[in-house]
């Protein structure tokens, strides 16, 4: 598996920045990853199934998601089985500081098969890394400029 954490401090509360994170159908707005999602609107809650269409490490792709955890202004996580073995857990955290929010975005991926693992080991890693560092900054730009919290 490979793991990757990263965090950024946005000017919202901690609910704001999470219920707008865990709307996956605005993933599109602020992920480059994700190209389309087909999900009930507003913050998903555990149990939830949604689909995503993805561009991730130079490739695309499908992932099927469900919502495993839930609480609302603390922690939200999913876990994604996609098409060509990836299976992945993504997890949202957010505490309290001072003017805001600090986001944490957890990504725990494996990639099944010899060969998409040494790709992964080669290229997709640090592809993937560079479009989940863009991803946090445009979430604090989206959510900035709405001016949403």
Not at 6 to 14: A, G, K, Q
Not at 128 to 139: D, P, Y
Request: aromatic share 8%; with cysteine.
């Amino acid at each position: 598996m490979t793991l990757m954490r990263h965090e950024i401090d946005l000017s919202s509360p901690p609910e704001a920045a999470l219920a707008y994170a865990c709307t996956a159908t605005l993933w599109p707005e602020w992920h480059p990853s994700s190209l389309a999602v087909r999900a009930q609107a507003g913050p998903l809650p555990a149990g939830a199934r949604f689909d995503e269409d993805i561009h991730a490490g130079g490739r695309p792709g499908h992932l099927t998601w469900e919502v495993v955890a839930y609480v609302p202004g603390r922690r939200w996580q999913a876990v994604a089985e996609g098409d060509r073995g990836l299976r992945l857990v993504l997890t949202y955290e957010v505490s309290p500081v001072a003017g805001g929010t600090r986001f944490v975005r957890k990504l725990d991926y494996h990639l099944s098969g010899w060969l998409l693992a040494l790709a992964d080991r080669l290229v997709l890693r640090r592809r993937i890394e560079r479009e989940s560092a863009v991803s946090l900054r445009q979430l604090r730009d989206v959510v900035e400029r709405a001016g949403r919290g």
